[in-house]
């Protein structure tokens, strides 16, 4: 590499701010570490306990009871509650199926028909150009939709890891579901756990590569924060004019 191709220092300076920014927006926007793990767990328990006793209504229980704690000690704790009230939520549903069909497998069925269909949405929004990541994470970069119009870097970028994430979920199902009409609850459920954690890994790695080298996003906050104090300034302005003139 030529003197004229290596990176000024301010350039690698942005470009590893860039990431440091992606990085910690893709923490906020998927929960992090704690937020991954604690969406594990009730599903954990409720593996681990149904293979212990086969019992079906105590596994329910005892994992839709855990996913509330986790909800309440982050209550307590004044955390952000947006990720566990959504893993809640999933419980509580899988809690209903489980203790209606009265099957271990209709605690799992809630979430792998979620996961397909997310793997679905993600990859006909990655060939429609309209990718649904960009729509979850452009108020996390605080461009909201601007990548459309006006950065087209940032929608490739948008497109690529869209895809990657459809890719990656609708693998992820077409290995469980088999297992689910012909397999064994047991090994359905820890099958599920195994493949819980390494496929979100792997497409949040997807997303930061891809995003990472991607234009900066346009901050359309400040934008319309530069605006008002604009409109301000030019009121401000317009007001002293006409007083000056009486």
Same mark, same amino acid.
């Given at each position: 590499?030529?003197?004229?191709?290596?990176?000024?220092?301010?350039?690698?300076?942005?470009?590893?701010?860039?990431?440091?920014?992606?990085?910690?927006?893709?923490?906020?926007?998927?929960?992090?570490?704690?937020?991954?793990?604690?969406?594990?767990?009730?599903?954990?328990?409720?593996?681990?306990?149904?293979?212990?006793?086969?019992?079906?209504?105590?596994?329910?229980?005892?994992?839709?009871?855990?996913? $509330?704690?986790?909800?309440?000690?982050?209550?307590?704790?004044?955390?952000?509650?947006?990720?566990?009230?959504?893993?809640?939520?999933?419980?509580?549903?899988?809690?209903?199926?489980?203790?209606?069909?009265?099957?271990?497998?209709?605690?799992?069925?809630?979430?792998?028909?979620?996961?397909?269909?997310?793997?679905?949405?993600?990859?006909?929004?990655?060939?429609?150009?309209?990718?649904?990541?960009?729509?979850?994470?452009?108020?996390?970069?605080?461009?909201?939709?601007?990548?459309?119009?006006?950065?087209?870097?940032?929608?490739?970028?948008?497109?690529?890891?869209?895809?990657?994430?459809?890719?990656?979920?609708?693998?992820?199902?077409?290995?469980?579901?088999?297992?689910?009409?012909?397999?064994?609850?047991?090994?359905?459920?820890?099958?599920?756990?195994?493949?819980?954690?390494?496929?979100?890994?792997?497409?949040?790695?997807?997303?930061? $590569?891809?995003?990472?080298?991607?234009?900066?996003?346009?901050?359309?906050?400040?934008?319309?924060?530069?605006?008002?104090?604009?409109?301000?300034?030019?009121?401000?302005?317009?007001?002293?004019?006409?007083?000056?003139?009486?």
């Amino acid at each position: 590499m030529t003197s004229v191709d290596k990176p000024t220092p301010e350039q690698a300076a942005a470009a590893a701010d860039q990431k440091a920014v992606t990085q910690a927006a893709l923490f906020d926007a998927f929960g992090g570490i704690r937020g991954t793990l604690e969406t594990m767990l009730p599903g954990l328990l409720f593996v681990m306990i149904y293979t212990v006793n086969k019992d079906v209504k105590m596994s329910a229980i005892a994992a839709g009871t855990v996913a $509330v704690l986790l909800v309440i000690v982050r209550l307590l704790r004044r955390d952000t509650v947006k990720h566990a009230f959504s893993g809640v939520f999933g419980v509580a549903v899988g809690v209903a199926f489980a203790l209606f069909t009265g099957t271990a497998k209709g605690f799992y069925l809630p979430g792998m028909i979620y996961g397909a269909g997310l793997g679905v949405a993600f990859t006909l929004s990655a060939l429609v150009g309209f990718p649904l990541l960009g729509v979850v994470l452009g108020p996390v970069f605080k461009e909201n939709l601007s990548w459309r119009t006006r950065n087209p870097g940032r929608k490739k970028a948008y497109t690529k890891a869209s895809l990657a994430w459809g890719i990656i979920f609708l693998a992820k199902y077409a290995i469980l579901f088999p297992l689910y009409w012909w397999g064994d609850a047991t090994q359905l459920g820890w099958l599920l756990i195994a493949l819980k954690l390494p496929p979100m890994v792997l497409a949040v790695y997807f997303t930061w $590569v891809f995003l990472a080298k991607a234009p900066p996003p346009i901050d359309v906050f400040a934008e319309m924060e530069a605006e008002e104090e604009a409109e301000r300034a030019r009121k401000a302005a317009a007001t002293g004019a006409d007083r000056r003139e009486r």
